[in-house]
């Protein structure tokens, strides 16, 4: 199929973009990289007035290395991140989770804005982003304002950004001392979404003892979502934590996990279960040396 009509538009500038979207609201949408859009409008599965592509916006592309933080820009590629060994050294998680995303076609073509924004809570960015407590940027003609992940994402396919807004950047804190992170999803085919999946970051005291924990949890549930009772049973915990155990509590209390031809709500769950206690193992054995 074909997409339906609409008029297309490439701004240069941030604030060209930003008044292009507040002169038509609802009817415009961002276009970035274009892999989720693109085939929805092929499918007739979306349709909107007016496309705006911000995909040539310079001040949008490329990565800042902070003090405390990398800034990565909306419309940078996945790829980028890939080949970026810095930020695979201070932000491991998420250079991690840059090869499970599609295949390397998506990843060359596909941005890191265009993800989180996309919100589908079976994609890797926005449970990275949930688990790091990264901060978005975005912008409108109203000015500029930054937005916790954990308060972005709002239902399957929406985020608390305005009509509006436009994401600009996104800004990942990076963890100190002893840490380890990992990162562990199932999918039928290598490249499909996961079933369901688990990014978790740990940092240890001296005597191995966990005291600081966070783990994110994707495909199960409209959002990507936090294990919050799993982390804080993990906080106090040495190396012979049962991972088991923590996956088990994880996902125990999920009760929005959907049942589709890929799987019941039950078996996505026990899978969840499994890819949690699968990174943990990962994140501890890399900040205890083992």
């Known amino acids: 199929?074909?997409?339906?009509?609409?008029?297309?538009?490439?701004?240069?500038?941030?604030?060209?973009?930003?008044?292009?979207?507040d002169e038509f609201g609802d009817?415009?949408?961002?276009?970035?990289?274009?892999q989720s859009l693109v085939p929805m409008l092929s499918l007739r599965l979306a349709y909107f007035d007016h496309l705006?592509?911000?995909?040539?916006?310079?001040?949008?592309?490329?990565?800042?290395?902070?003090?405390?933080?990398v800034h990565v820009g909306a419309t940078t590629v996945d790829a980028a991140l890939e080949r970026d060994g810095e930020l695979a050294s201070r932000v491991p998680l998420l250079a991690r989770a840059t090869p499970l995303v599609g295949h390397f076609q998506i990843r060359n073509r596909g941005t890191v804005g265009g993800s989180i924004a996309h919100a589908d809570p079976a994609a890797e960015f926005p449970t990275v982003a949930l688990t790091l407590d990264a901060e978005v940027e975005v912008a409108s003609s109203r000015g500029r304002r930054t937005v916790p992940a954990r308060d972005l994402f709002t239902g399957?396919?929406?985020?608390?950004?305005?009509?509006?807004?436009?994401?600009?950047?996104?800004?990942?804190?990076?963890?100190?001392?002893?840490?380890?992170?990992?990162?562990?999803?199932?999918?039928?085919?290598?490249?499909?979404?996961a079933i369901a999946g688990a990014a978790v970051a740990v940092q240890v005291d001296d005597a191995d003892r966990i005291q600081r924990c966070a783990i994110g949890l994707l495909g199960l549930g409209p959002t990507p979502l936090r294990a919050a009772a799993a982390e804080a049973a993990a906080l106090g915990q040495g190396a012979d934590v049962d991972v088991d155990e923590l996956g088990a509590l994880a996902v125990?209390?999920?009760?929005?996990?959907?049942?589709?031809?890929?799987?019941?709500?039950?078996?996505?769950?026990?899978?969840?279960?499994?890819?949690?206690g699968r990174a943990l193992t990962d994140a501890m054995t890399e900040a205890t040396g083992g």
Request: charge should be negative; glycine fraction near 10%.
């Open 52 to 69: 705006v592509d911000v995909g040539r916006i310079d001040a949008l592309r490329g990565m800042r290395h902070e003090a405390d933080a």
């Open 156 to 193: 399957f396919w929406t985020t608390a950004l305005d009509a509006d807004e436009l994401l600009v950047g996104l800004r990942f804190p990076v963890w100190t001392g002893r840490c380890g992170f990992g990162v562990q999803e199932f999918a039928r085919r290598f490249g499909d979404f």
């Open 252 to 276: 125990a209390d999920l009760d929005e996990v959907s049942s589709d031809i890929h799987g019941s709500a039950s078996y996505r769950k026990r899978v969840g279960a499994a890819m949690v």
């Open 27 to 34: 009817d415009a949408k961002i276009l970035a990289g274009g």
């Open 1 to 21: 199929m074909k997409a339906a009509p609409f008029a297309y538009h490439r701004p240069d500038s941030v604030k060209e973009a930003a008044d292009l979207l």
